[in-house]
């Protein structure tokens, strides 16, 4: 029993040093694509904006939300995009990410027109390589949180994309603790997914983007 235990803590132990490793790989990997000030971005054609719930679970704005909805009107009105695919979950009918964003956004005086909807982003990856397979960039910047845009990053370059990321301003962390936690964990089943090709959950009819 003693022997059963040990070999399973070692496990656990392996187990956590290999996820915190590959956290700070990808970091490392990303480092250099990821931009502060639209000034020092290049552009491109089109900006990613990875979809959150606008609301927490008790009411209040998610700042999650609220600051890639700034960064990507900064980016676009700083001319570094020409137009920007908003790409999210959209589950439910009463759930919809990319339409909420639009509407936030075009609120904020982005043209409707330069906005372009993607209902099946219902994870990192499948909005990644969506913007690829189904809206037809190879290069792009996505918008989000750093770690976030990380992960984004890495995904995109692991499928022969050029993607750089604009960063959103960062929530305390007291407010997103457990989102670090979970980032931890998103990254090793990431992995995972790219070892053995997970594709998205769904693909369909191409989408031109102009």
């Known amino acids: 029993m003693k022997k059963w235990l040990k070999i399973s803590a070692f496990l656990i132990l392996l187990v956590v040093i290999v996820t915190i490793l590959n956290y700070h790989y990808v970091k490392r990997q990303t480092a250099t694509s990821l931009f502060t000030n639209t000034s020092a971005i290049p552009p491109q054609k089109v900006g990613l904006v990875l979809g959150t719930s606008k609301y927490l679970a008790g009411g209040q704005i998610n700042l999650y939300y609220h600051y890639r909805i700034t960064a990507a009107q900064q980016l676009f009105e700083a001319g570094k995009v020409q137009f ?23 609120a904020l ?17 499948d909005s990644v390589v969506r913007a690829k397979e189904i809206f037809g960039q190879k290069s792009f910047i996505c918008i989000s949180q750093p770690f976030h845009v990380a992960r984004a990053i890495y995904i995109g370059q692991q499928h022969g994309l050029e993607v750089s990321g604009y960063v ?25 997914d790219l070892i053995f090709g997970k594709a998205p959950k769904y693909l369909g009819e191409k989408i031109t983007i102009e």
Request: glycine share 8%; aromatic share 10%; charged share 25%.
């Open 109 to 125: 005086g982005i043209p409707a027109d330069r906005i372009y909807l993607d209902y099946a982003g219902f994870r990192t990856l």
């Open 84 to 106: 920007l695919l908003l790409s999210g979950d959209n589950g439910t009918k009463e759930y919809n990410e990319p339409a909420q964003m639009k509407e936030d956004l075009v």
């Open 168 to 192: 959103a301003q960062e929530v305390s962390l007291a407010y997103g603790y457990t989102v670090l936690i979970r980032e931890y964990l998103a990254r090793m089943k990431m992995q995972l």
